[in-house]
């Protein structure tokens, strides 16, 4: 045993603790879509020994397939082929998964009863385990693998039982209290959907704003396409902008000198600019420049938009940018040859939107980034659940940090 862990402690391998060990069913797409649950890689891209159900899928099986791939309680299931970032990432089968089925990119292990499984499914996932699977697998690209024997391999430190137990009572209660925070979360995003489903086409109203008419405007009535091109200097360092799929807004995506640049001209951003990525409309990347994104440039593929602010709050502007109506109208109005797809500006600028006065604007807008803000808070709390659960697993599957327990 390795001092670095307590006398009492023992390394054993995976295998000498595992009852059985199964590679997961293939289903091709045709049988998707309806039938048993079925837990994929994509569920447990969290590496939570509470699997993401987000994204569970259903498939269609015969009965000896359900008998042979069903997920029993306190099995672990792992993924053995996936990106490096996501290999190897762990979920502990409780009462919410029993009888699911698991798809042939994970792996399942069903232990034997000298262990407490949901012990072993934290160390699975601990760095030290992390560690070790990425030191076995095999890598192609940006994917890596892991075979049942390499699993099996792994070496794990284990506790008395009862300690084992302890440590596993304690990290659940983090897991649990991550999991009530991210149903929270999910819970709060929902309201939020719902309120700019309300606000934004005018189906609710404020009580002082009943009674006054919307209007029905083409974007370029509101906002001006705004060309502020520069010559690319070769000796400065450019700050460059990017536009999130989905509407998760501008960021920086890059930070290059002048002389790395093809590009001979750059458009400089400013501070509540619209922007949109011309070839990924169909994937809503629309956005709006911050404060972080002011003074920063963008290449041709991000047209800029200034907005009249006697008509139009930017801001507003941004949330209806989230509207599946607004985003299969610009979908329906970009041009191309198959792959160069893009919304031209003149074409983003005749795109109609339904708008209030200002002050109702901002009213609404005030409201949804009420909502906003709870969301961001929220997020930053699960975060640091996180990070302090990261630590505490560290020290107590090490045995850095002793739980004591009664061994009688």
């Not at 397939?65 to 053995?80: C, H, M, P, S, T």
């Not at 160390?123 to 990425?134: H, R, V, Y």
Request: hydrophobic share 40%.
């Amino acid at each position: 045993m390795s001092k670095n862990y307590p006398e009492n402690w023992s390394l054993v391998k995976l295998e000498e603790i595992t009852a059985r060990i199964q590679n997961g069913l293939y289903k091709p797409p045709e049988f998707y879509g309806i039938g048993q649950p079925f837990i994929r890689m994509y569920n447990l891209e969290y590496g939570s020994w509470l699997l993401n159900f987000r994204k569970l899928a259903l498939v269609e099986v015969d009965n000896d397939e359900q008998e042979n791939f069903a997920l029993k309680y306190g099995d672990i299931v792992i993924n053995r082929v996936n990106s490096v970032e996501l290999l190897g990432k762990t979920a502990w089968i409780g009462s919410q998964a029993v009888g699911y089925l698991f798809e042939n990119m994970l792996v399942r292990l069903s232990l034997s009863d000298e262990v407490d499984h949901l012990f072993v499914a934290q160390q699975l996932n601990s760095f030290n385990l992390q560690g070790q699977i990425l030191s076995a697998a095999k890598r192609a690209g940006g994917q890596a693998s892991i075979n049942s024997q390499d699993i099996l391999q792994l070496q794990i430190p284990l506790p008395p039982l009862p300690e084992q137990r302890a440590i596993a009572a304690i990290l659940s209660t983090w897991d649990e209290a991550i999991t009530l925070t991210e149903r929270l979360i999910a819970a709060l995003r929902q309201r939020k959907q719902a309120l700019m489903q309300m606000l934004l086409t005018g189906a609710v109203r404020f009580r002082e704003f009943e009674g006054e008419e919307w209007e029905t405007v083409e974007i370029g009535a509101v906002a001006r396409f705004t060309d502020r091109s520069e010559p690319v200097d070769p000796e400065k360092e450019y700050r460059l902008v990017g536009v999130r799929w989905y509407v998760e807004g501008v960021h920086i995506h890059e930070i290059r000198q002048g002389s790395e640049i093809i590009t001979q001209t750059l458009n400089r951003v400013q501070k509540g600019d619209i922007l949109y990525n011309k070839m990924w409309v169909s994937k809503a990347a629309f956005g709006i420049a911050r404060d972080e994104h002011d003074g920063a440039y963008g290449t041709s593929e991000y047209p800029t938009f200034t907005v009249d602010p006697m008509r139009l709050v930017v801001d507003f502007m941004g949330y209806l940018f989230h509207d599946p109506e607004f985003q299969y109208v610009a979908k329906s109005l970009c041009r191309g040859t198959t792959g160069r797809v893009r919304l031209h500006p003149n074409d983003f600028q005749k795109i109609g939107i339904q708008l209030p006065n200002v002050e109702e604007q901002t009213k609404i807008t005030d409201t949804l980034l009420i909502c906003d803000k709870e969301i961001d808070a929220s997020v930053a709390y699960l975060e640091s659940l996180k990070q302090l659960k990261r630590g505490l697993m560290q020290q107590l599957l090490t045995g850095a940090i002793r739980v004591p327990v009664d061994e009688a």
